[in-house]
């Protein structure tokens, strides 16, 4: 589903505990939170099915088990975008 009001969830990981919502909002503070990314280089991901199952959560909640291999995909995706890689890794 397509928003004319934009939607943004920041997610934490520490790369020990699960994910966590450590941002959210609609509208300008939403803008706000997706210029803030943007600012300090934090890679953004529009997903607009996974952004109706996050908006849902609240502030320091853990994702739900049932999407724990989207957002895994998700990390693994920024953490590529910003140069890191586990050790050993071969593309």
Do not use: C
Not at 4 to 33: C, F, H, K, W
Not at 39 to 51: K, S
Not at 52 to 61: A, F, P, T, Y
């Amino acid at each position: 589903m397509k928003h004319s009001t934009p939607i943004a969830v920041a997610l934490e990981y520490d790369g020990t505990n699960t994910p966590t919502v450590n941002a959210r909002g609609m509208g300008s503070v939403a803008e706000q939170i997706i210029e803030m990314a943007e600012q300090y280089g934090i890679p953004l991901q529009q997903d607009n099915e996974l952004i109706e199952v996050l908006s849902d959560l609240k502030l320091g909640d853990e994702i739900p088990e049932n999407l724990y291999k989207a957002i895994a995909e998700v990390i693994a995706f920024a953490y590529i975008l910003s140069g890191k890689f586990p050790k050993n890794w071969q593309p």
